[in-house]
């Protein structure tokens, strides 16, 4: 990892999948960033206006289902899902890692995390890296995005 800001970088999927190996409790988070983030930890329900109570993130942690499958391409997918974000929600929009609690579930039941632990920004790279290893698979999906 390099630093940019005073945040390290992860800079390739598989230092990602190292870090979500190594710890629980991750989520990735599309944003302009913990700075913005931090100043009021409320996420806001893009339909109806409600503040939630917490920050929507998704979460990076493997599932026992997942069973010995690799995690490079579980955070692979992870990432892909949601890699339209930057498009549909302007400039300065990126992913980033944090730590936190998970204080309650949003409209998509998506993790509301609190006590938010900045950790890394994830660099274009890992994205670039996660949307050829979903082209990789054998019935690749497209990604969660709403018309």
Known sequence: MSAEGDLRVVRTLD?????????QGLY?????GPETDLREVSSTDDL???SLPGLSASPLGVEDWWEDRPVR????RRLYDYAHLPHDK???????????????????????VTDVR?????HQRVIDEA????ARQANPWGPLRRS
């Not at 230092?15 to 710890?23: G, M, P, S």
């Not at 990735?28 to 302009?32: C, E, I």
């Not at 929009?93 to 949003?106: I, K, N």
């Not at 900045?118 to 994830?122: H, Q, R, S």
């Open 118 to 122: 900045p950790l890394c920004w994830i």
């Open 131 to 134: 949307q050829a290893e979903v």
């Open 28 to 32: 990735v988070r599309w944003s302009r």
């Open 73 to 76: 391409v579980w955070v692979a």
């Open 48 to 50: 109806t206006g409600v």
């Open 15 to 23: 230092e990602l999948a190292e870090l979500v190996e190594r710890h």
């Open 90 to 112: 302007g400039p300065g929009v990126r992913p980033w890692v944090l730590a936190g609690t998970e204080a309650a579930r949003g409209p998509d039941n998506e993790p509301l």
